[in-house]
């Protein structure tokens, strides 16, 4: 079946640690987004890619790295800079670029990311 | 920039009885989209709206966009237990794809 996989499903981190969250698809969707989202919050953009080797900075960039080496995968680092790293992360992949971009998106099961 | 606002943010009916949920953007949208999200999963896609008034029915939910496609709202009748969950809008933001509001969570008393 096709779909988007991210792993971990749970993850741990301690403070000043880098860590990296996987996003993949078999789906052959040109573009890949990451989102946070908080308790009780709506989803939030920090970075997303209509295209490999190219990424746009959301509304939340600060703090996070993103790369697309290949089309399949749009991992996520999210740095020692991020102040307020415990969130619940979702990669999301949809058809078209630019003008096309308002294709469904589909979404992964999501990561969560703890701070011990 | 772009802003989604949604309202209410909690919505606590009895089985059966209806639901709506509304959506409103401080600037015109090329088009809306609606998601589910069910408690501990992720958001689901449930349907677009892309032309000004357009009106689309999937069985007890019905989803409307508003005439200046600047608001929308989706309707259930007959709440069951099975709808139970967030329900989020998105609006096109420019060029660069979707923002979303912040959702409303459905609770269901049965």
């Known amino acids: 079946d096709g779909g988007i996989t991210q792993s971990p499903k749970y993850l741990f981190r301690k403070e000043g640690q880098n860590v990296t969250l996987s996003c993949e698809q078999n789906l052959n969707h040109d573009a890949m987004y990451w989102y946070r989202q908080d308790p009780g919050q709506g989803l939030r953009l920090i970075y997303y890619?209509?295209?490999?080797?190219?990424?746009q900075k959301g509304d939340i960039a600060e703090g996070y790295s993103v790369s697309r080496e290949k089309k399949e995968s749009f991992p996520l680092t999210v740095t020692s800079a991020q102040k307020n790293p415990t969130a619940f992360y979702l990669c999301a992949s949809s058809t078209g670029q630019g003008a096309n971009l308002n294709q469904p998106q589909h979404f992964g099961d999501g990561t969560r990311l703890s701070i011990l | 920039g772009q802003q989604v606002m949604q309202i209410p943010q909690y919505q606590h009916v009895q089985e059966g009885e209806d639901f709506t949920t509304y959506c409103n953007s401080s600037?015109?949208?090329?088009?809306i989209q609606w998601y589910k999200q069910r408690p501990g999963g992720h958001p689901v896609f449930l349907i677009q709206?892309?032309?000004?008034?357009e009106v689309k029915k999937q069985k007890r939910l019905t989803f409307q966009f508003g005439e200046a496609k600047k608001n929308s709202s989706l309707h259930i009748t007959a709440t069951q237990t099975t709808d139970v969950g967030t329900y989020f809008c998105a609006g096109r933001r420019g060029a660069d794809g979707l923002t979303f509001g912040k959702g409303t969570h459905l609770i269901i008393q049965p």
């Open positions: 709206l892309v032309k000004s008034g």
């Open positions: 600037t015109t949208l090329s088009n």
């Open positions: 890619s209509q295209i490999v080797n190219d990424f």
